[in-house]
């Protein structure tokens, strides 16, 4: 079955960092790329960060200098480093394959 899980949200304070991990079923890593995705309360999902699979990665500018992207081909996993974590930032984060797969998401929420 294919799959996409996600793991590492949690609770976290204005200014903490938190690093998300997403592993992937075989055949749906290789060579797509990935994304994060996010999605507040009454808000529609947003595009957070995305890397190809030579890990060429791209941000959306409201994290951009913030989050770090990154892969490891060899165990089908992307993560993401989020660090400077705003309030803002509370979300619901979902990993995507560009295969068309989407993770069931891992709640982040910063604390002020």
């Known amino acids: 079955q294919v799959q996409l899980v996600e793991s590492g949200g949690g609770l976290v304070q204005n200014g903490g960092s938190l690093k998300l991990s997403c592993t992937a079923s075989?055949?749906?890593?290789?060579?797509?790329?990935m994304a994060w995705f996010r999605q507040a309360p009454g808000k529609q999902r947003e595009l957070v960060a995305s890397i190809t699979s030579s890990s060429s990665a791209t941000y959306a500018e409201s994290v951009n200098g913030r989050f770090t992207i990154s892969r490891d081909n060899a165990k089908n996993t992307v993560t993401l480093q989020m660090n400077s974590l705003k309030t803002e930032d509370t979300a619901v984060y979902y990993c995507?394959?560009?295969?068309?797969?989407w993770g069931r998401g891992t709640q982040v929420t910063v604390s002020s």
């Open positions: 995507f394959s560009t295969k068309g797969y």
């Open positions: 075989v055949g749906i890593f290789g060579d797509s790329s």
